[in-house]
């Protein structure tokens, strides 16, 4: 009897983590486009750049899909930025994603408007006061302190990522920089 408690436990756990993933999926990076959207998402599973590039060809051949690009973001994470008209969703891109033997990290997509994978800035102890540093580019957001830190942490994580997300190309010349200045 207390097999069968066991076995049916394990079985309503392991059913609630599949079904967990499969709700209602939402990118939660999305800006309107003229011509549809720009949505980015962080991708958990790629072995190398060769398959980030495959997986970005197989979007780019798609024809609901008019542009892309994979980079690393400031998480350190695969991440995609496509532009997408009104057919695709989530579920479209996972489709391709899984084709590779890849998903999304559930960081920058909700699924029933839960973010699953929360994830912190990568930096020593994980608070933006550690990691901050004058950054000399038009634009980018300063960390503001009203006491509330919980808060203006989340503020700060939200002006960067939408600065990175606007600026792409500025962007990647900061990266750049960091790495020259870091050898």
Not at 66 to 80: L, V
Not at 114 to 124: A, G
């Given at each position: 009897m207390k097999k069968s408690f066991e076995t049916i436990a394990l079985m309503i756990l392991f059913c609630g983590t599949i079904f967990s993933q499969t709700g209602k999926l939402e990118f939660t990076h999305i800006k309107p486009i003229a011509d549809g959207y720009t949505v980015y998402f962080h991708v958990k599973d790629i072995k190398d750049d060769s398959q980030a590039k495959e997986i970005l060809n197989d979007f780019l051949s798609d024809n609901n899909i008019?542009?892309?690009?994979?980079?690393?973001?400031?998480?350190?994470?695969?991440?995609?930025q496509l532009n997408i008209n009104e057919?695709?969703?989530?579920?479209?891109?996972?489709?391709?994603?899984?084709?590779?033997?890849?998903?999304?990290?559930?960081?920058?997509?909700s699924?029933?408007?839960?973010?699953?994978?929360?994830?912190?800035?990568?930096?020593?102890?994980?608070?933006?006061?550690?990691?901050r540093v004058k950054v000399n580019s038009p634009g980018f957001p300063e960390y503001k302190s009203t006491?509330?830190?919980?808060?203006?942490?989340?503020?700060?994580?939200?002006?960067?990522?939408?600065?990175i997300q606007e600026n792409p190309e500025e962007y990647q010349k900061l990266l750049k920089e960091m790495e020259l200045k870091n050898k």
């Open positions: 008019s542009w892309g690009r994979h980079f690393i973001s400031i998480e350190g994470k695969h991440r995609y057919f695709v969703t989530p579920e479209y891109i996972r489709k391709i994603l899984n084709s590779h033997g890849t998903d999304f990290d559930f960081s920058t997509v699924v029933d408007g839960v973010i699953l994978n929360k994830s912190p800035l990568p930096n020593k102890n994980n608070s933006p006061e550690s990691e006491g509330n830190k919980v808060e203006d942490d989340e503020r700060y994580r939200i002006e960067k990522e939408k600065w």
